[in-house]
């Protein structure tokens, strides 16, 4: 009797993929080629994700996790949906996100779910839900909390993910991959521009060595500050039951 195939591990393959791009003995061609395997990959997995063969809530929640996890901080959903257009090529409509933590809330109390991580509001030091900002149950507690210098030290620290993105998006001969790539470009670079108003080295281009620096001393500045406050209000969030601990008192 023939063995029955074992599911597909999608993960395993891209991280081999991704391992296969930092071989140092891979020359320019197969690295390349490796790329757009991996590009073409990685577009395959999210539109498996947010296809219409599921649910319209099952993807938003997952195109949600994904940007959370690359933006690491508290996000609202415009910007969760602009990040996923930039960075990920895919669509999400802010309004897909309205109802999450509601749904996300009701799935956790009917413990019926097998998910280890959670989509949860960001909470404020008063430990009441933050007005439309999302975070990950995965993340150490002060970093979901959003306290009064939080916005612009997240901000600052999502710049930086962008300008890392485009530090790591190489020339390619493919010219299939030479347009999804200037085309991500582009869009990355409109985002960082948007957000990165005022930040020296964003004002009519982008110069990175000059927003990066200006950004690292706005953040050591801010970042100190805005530790200690949520550190605070961690340390009382710790002694509150799980469910408050994940979304929030709502008793004030």
């Not at 993929?17 to 577009?43: F, I, S």
């Not at 539109?47 to 933006?71: F, I």
């Not at 801010?222 to 340390?235: H, S, V, W």
Request: one cysteine or more; aromatic letters at 4%.
């Amino acid at each position: 009797m023939q063995e029955a195939p074992q599911p597909l591990d999608i993960d395993e393959l891209l991280r081999q993929l991704a391992a296969l791009t930092k071989t140092p003995a891979l020359d320019q061609q197969a690295a390349e080629r490796v790329g757009a395997a991996l590009d073409a990959a990685a577009q395959s997995v999210r539109r498996a994700t947010t296809g219409t063969a599921s649910s319209a809530a099952t993807p938003a929640r997952q195109q949600a996790v994904d940007a959370l996890s690359e933006l690491g901080v508290p996000a609202n959903p415009a910007l969760i949906a602009e990040f996923c257009r930039a960075y990920f090529g895919s669509e999400l409509a802010p309004r897909a996100l309205a109802s999450i933590r509601r749904d996300e809330l009701r799935a956790y109390r009917a413990k019926s779910s097998t998910r280890s991580m959670w989509v949860v509001p960001a909470l404020t030091t008063q430990l009441m839900p933050a007005r439309g900002y999302l975070a990950l149950s995965s993340w150490p507690a002060w970093l979901r909390i959003h306290g009064t210098r939080s916005a612009r030290v997240d901000v600052l620290r999502v710049l930086l993910v962008l300008l890392d993105r485009l530090a790591g998006l190489r020339a390619a001969s493919s010219e299939v991959l030479r347009s999804s790539r200037e085309q991500q470009r582009a869009q990355i670079s409109d985002l960082v521009m948007k957000l990165g108003i005022g930040v020296p080295g964003l004002n009519h281009g982008i110069d990175p060595a000059t927003a990066r620096e200006a950004i690292q001393d706005e953040l050591d500045q801010l970042a100190p500050k805005d530790r200690a406050e949520r550190d605070a209000a961690a340390a009382v969030l710790s002694t509150l039951d799980e469910e408050q601990r994940l979304f929030g008192r709502t008793d004030q």
